[in-house]
């Protein structure tokens, strides 16, 4: 049971045992939300939010204007119509009742009728080429979608590209981003935008020096992003306008303007928003105005990044549908943190209580919306989110969907053993995710990995979210997996074949391994056992069969070890070939005819 605060009384862990939330996490989590410490409710709802489902019609109580999102005017006297469109729309009452948000959303997400395919799946920074300016881009994207393409692939997946502080030190994980609703301007192809010019010596000393990042493994986003950003500051200075550019700018809004402001703040300050002058730290405050004044052009030059990450990945998506990745969170000092500042809830973050690979717990350092918050707002934060994330791409992976359910609250100060789950409307912020993924004709998976309620899994299937099925944690074989989900042998926070088999990571999964490799003879060879292994994977009915790189190239380490930080190089380790290589390998090649469709 959870109180009106959403605030569970406990649960139940990995293992069946109960755990009571304890009275002072029950108060610092109603204090995060707004509340007192006393059993106050939260405050009504100011404007109502209304979900309807496309073509129903449902009765209203009185008369009403309707503001359609694209601007039509209708007028509803005893029910609305039954052929109003997907979207966000405004229900005004003729009698001047308060104004509800009238979401019309499908029953389920998209999800074509006999999908059956396979997926590459990459850590785009790894993946370089030798055209590369120290890891994986676009341009990069592009030919790896091109190759999968060729080789019969529906998908090309990749990590989260959400936006980083754009500060001298980069973040590496692509799981703490400044902003989910913007994209990473490292990973701009140089020679792809506008007013490239090779003879230009300032040009061609930054590639030169770009490419020589590519000689080591380790990837260093500082010294990328410096490269990178001297050379985007000279094309900007020749940049002479486009109308494509103006018109993105236009339809992005204020967004945008509120994402470019914060940059630009945050280049000026060295640091993010919470150690800002408190003059700063409000997006709606006179000062930033007025710092705003003579550093407009500062400002659209952070736009005209965006416009180019659009129109590269536009094209990348062109080759091949790209499998999307929407991290759970942001980081509490980035864009998002400082643009959303009010929904989110303040001394606590997100994590999760210990499992059987997590003894300890993990906490994510993430802060939460609070959900009441976010549904005074009609969804508007969640809603641009998504949208966002599916811009572009033809599938979508939720991180930790079951977070659209319930999500675990970690007081300031206290440890992930002592946090508690708070619930959210999960089967509201299901129809946006399902609006967003009609809209886009994108498919959505849902990384239903560790401890999922039932109904929360029962909920995800009938609204047509691909379960996520990874062979390391499955009792079952690929063949008995269900229909509507995704398969792998492993994910970015796993082992790989190559580890397990050798035995450098992952011990716990060498008897899985040895179950779908067939053999636990220890003179057969890697690459054998890597056919193997995805040989078994290709006997799932699921719609997607995916496999990474990392195991196609049979790579030990994997790319995140969760829990560790300065100990090794995580997100960091480029693949040990170049996209040219992997091209030519024989041995990938293989892997991708056994995950083939009929």
Not at 79 to 99: E, F, I, K, R
Not at 102 to 116: A, N, Q, S, T
Not at 148 to 159: K, M, Q, T, Y
Request: charged share 25%; with cysteine.
């Amino acid at each position: 049971m959870a109180d009106a605060w959403g605030i569970d009384d406990g649960y139940h862990d990995v293992h069946g045992q109960w755990h009571d939330t304890s009275d002072p996490t029950r108060r610092a989590l109603r204090v995060a939300q707004g509340g007192l410490a006393d059993l106050a409710d939260p405050p009504p709802q100011a404007r109502p939010v209304w979900f309807v489902r496309h073509g129903s019609g449902p009765p209203i109580q009185r008369p009403a204007e309707l503001d359609l999102e694209d601007g039509t005017v209708l007028h509803a006297r005893d029910a609305l119509p039954p052929d109003l469109p997907l979207g966000y729309h405004d229900l005004h009452p003729d009698d001047g009742g308060p104004t509800t948000r009238l979401i019309v959303v499908p029953d389920r997400c998209h999800l074509p009728e006999g999908l059956r395919t396979w997926a590459w799946t990459v850590q785009l920074y790894s993946a370089r080429s030798r055209h590369s300016w120290g890891m994986g881009d676009l341009g990069d994207l592009r030919r790896l979608a091109t190759w999968s393409r060729e080789l019969g692939a529906g998908f090309i997946g990749v990590n989260p590209m959400h936006a980083a502080l754009p500060l001298e030190r980069q973040e590496p994980s692509p799981y703490f981003p400044s902003s989910r609703r913007y994209r990473n301007p490292l990973y701009l192809r140089l020679e792809d935008v506008p007013g490239w010019d090779p003879a230009d010596p300032e040009l061609a000393a930054a590639a030169e020096a770009g490419r020589t990042l590519n000689d080591t493994r380790i990837i260093d986003r500082d010294r990328v992003h410096a490269v990178k950003l001297r050379a985007l500051e000279r094309l900007w200075a020749d940049f002479g306008g486009d109308s494509r550019f103006d018109a993105y700018v236009a339809e992005q809004g204020h967004s945008l303007q509120q994402y470019a402001t914060f940059n630009v703040l945050a280049e000026h300050h060295g640091i993010g928003w919470r150690s800002w002058p408190s003059e700063h730290r409000r997006p709606d405050s006179l000062a930033v105005e007025r710092f705003m004044t003579d550093r407009a052009r500062r400002a659209r030059f952070h736009g005209w990044l965006q416009w180019l990450l659009d129109e590269q990945l536009a094209r990348a998506g062109g080759e091949l549908a790209v499998l999307g990745d929407l991290a759970v969170g942001v980081d509490p000092d980035g864009a998002d943190g400082w643009v959303w500042q009010d929904v989110f809830a303040p001394g606590v973050r997100v994590g999760a209580p210990p499992d059987e690979f997590n003894p300890d717990g993990q906490d994510w350092g993430l802060p939460p919306f609070v959900p009441w918050k976010l549904r005074a707002l009609g969804y508007a934060p969640w809603a641009l989110t998504v949208r966002a994330a599916l811009r572009h791409c033809g599938a979508l992976r939720i991180d930790h969907v079951m977070g659209l359910f319930r999500l675990y609250w970690l007081p300031e100060g206290a440890g992930p053993t002592e946090g508690g789950y708070v619930r959210y409307p999960g089967t509201e912020l299901l129809d946006i995710v399902a609006l967003e993924s009609a809209r886009a004709g994108a498919v959505i998976v849902g990384e239903d990995l560790g401890t999922v309620e039932d109904e929360v899994r029962e909920e995800l299937a009938r609204r047509g979210v691909l379960s996520y099925r990874v062979a390391w944690f499955e009792e079952r074989p690929p063949a008995q997996y269900p229909k509507q989900s995704l398969a792998s042998v492993t994910t970015h926070d796993l082992p790989t074949i190559a580890g397990v088999w050798s035995g450098t990571d992952g011990p716990a999964m060498r008897d899985r391994l040895v179950a779908l490799a067939g053999t636990d003879d220890p003179a057969t060879p890697l690459r054998e056992v890597v056919r193997r292994t995805h040989a078994r994977l290709a006997e799932a009915p699921s719609v997607i069969v995916s496999a990474t790189l990392d195991d196609a190239l049979a790579v030990e380490e994997r790319p995140n070890v969760p829990g560790t930080t300065t100990e090794r190089p995580n997100w960091s380790l480029a693949l040990p070939q170049p996209i040219e290589a992997i091209e030519a390998d024989l041995d990938v090649a293989a892997i991708a005819a056994l995950l083939e469709r009929d």
